[in-house]
């Protein structure tokens, strides 16, 4: 099956096109975060979903391929939005369920730790495979540390480049994850 692009945008960022990079991240972030500002969110918060988006968009364009009916600024807008409301979701659920957690089998629970151990050690294994720069990145990454302070440690010129690295290891992350026996089992 041949994947279709139709937008320009989107064909720039499967070619690491970092000014359109740059020139999405002026034109369009400050919209998501005023977004987010609006329904609760912090600077954070609008950093996470605006990359997380951008990173979305590009599995998909990689590997189904993506049509867009609409403006590019209008159907990446939504993406962003759709991921806020997600996360709005997941928070209350998180919040109004946190007293009542409670465990019915105690077979399922050791299941689930196994399951959750094995998933962790399949984690680390492919996690120290990746370069030390990698590793110091990603870790920054997963404890939230903000992509100002990212762009200051590692010395990059932009929150841009810092992007475009993160999502460039997390990728092999998940191809050296994704490519392991015990990872298809699952």
């Known amino acids: 099956m041949k994947k279709v692009n139709n937008h320009p945008q989107i064909e720039a960022l499967l070619d690491d096109?970092?000014?359109?990079?740059?020139?999405?991240?002026?034109t369009l972030y400050p919209r998501v975060k005023a977004f987010i500002y609006h329904n609760k969110g912090s600077?954070?918060?609008?950093?996470?979903?605006?990359?997380?988006?951008?990173?979305?968009?590009?599995?998909?364009a990689k590997t189904t391929g993506v049509v867009i009916k609409t403006s590019f600024e209008a159907y990446f807008?939504?993406?962003?939005?759709?991921?806020?409301?997600?996360?709005?979701?997941?928070?209350?659920?998180?919040?109004?369920?946190?007293?009542?957690?409670?465990?019915?089998?105690?077979?399922?629970?050791?299941?689930?730790?196994i399951l959750q151990?094995?998933?962790?050690?399949?984690?680390?294994?492919?996690?120290?495979?990746l370069s030390s720069n990698c590793q110091e990145l990603l870790k920054d990454y997963f404890a939230k540390v903000s992509y100002d302070?990212?762009?200051?440690?590692?010395?990059?010129?932009?929150?841009?480049t810092a992007f475009q690295r993160i999502f460039k290891c997390?990728?092999?992350?998940?191809?050296?994850v994704r490519n392991d026996v015990r990872f298809q089992k699952n």
């Open 17 to 26: 096109n970092e000014q359109v990079l740059t020139l999405i991240y002026e």
């Open 43 to 60: 600077d954070k918060d609008a950093e996470d979903v605006f990359h997380n988006a951008l990173f979305q968009l590009i599995v998909r």
């Open 77 to 113: 807008l939504v993406v962003c939005k759709n991921l806020w409301y997600k996360e709005i979701n997941k928070r209350k659920k998180e919040i109004r369920y946190d007293d009542a957690i409670k465990i019915n089998q105690k077979t399922d629970y050791h299941v689930d730790c």
């Open 117 to 129: 151990q094995e998933r962790w050690d399949l984690f680390r294994d492919k996690f120290l495979k």
């Open 149 to 160: 302070a990212i762009v200051h440690k590692f010395s990059y010129k932009t929150k841009n």
């Open 170 to 176: 997390k990728a092999r992350l998940t191809q050296l």
